[in-house]
């Protein structure tokens, strides 16, 4: 039983991302958001959203002619690892630029009051 489920978040931040735009997607959030709170309080998952997510995707993949990337994503913890992997990247792609904006505000590549010469 899996007590903090980070591909959970991952699926549940894709989803939040998608539901802006396309409706069909907030009730996904509803589903993951009541599996992520029963495995954090010890419970089995009654949704099991991260199974069913990982089934339509490695379908949807076969669908599209990339049958060995499905049948990859279709065992579960290569699915796992590979969300897994995912959002720590991405996480730390978000610090790294978080921090390259902080440094660019800090310490500006051209000043106030003189002009900018490339070269």
Not at 73 to 92: D, K, P, S
Request: charged letters at 15%; proline letters at 3%; hydrophobic letters at 45%.
């Amino acid at each position: 039983m899996v007590l903090f489920c980070i591909p959970c978040l991952a699926l549940l931040a894709y989803f939040g991302i998608m539901s802006i735009f396309f409706p069909k997607y907030r009730g996904y959030i509803r589903e993951g958001w009541r599996c992520f709170t029963d495995k954090i309080r010890g419970k089995k998952c009654a949704v099991s959203f991260d199974n069913r997510m990982r089934l339509a995707l490695s379908s949807w993949l076969a669908r599209h002619r990339m049958v060995r990337l499905g049948r990859f994503l279709n065992n579960e913890r290569n699915f796992n690892w590979t969300l897994i992997a995912i959002t720590v990247g991405t996480t730390l792609l978000t610090i790294y630029f978080l921090y390259l904006f902080i440094w660019f505000q800090l310490y500006p590549p051209c000043n106030t009051g003189s002009s900018c010469s490339v070269g």
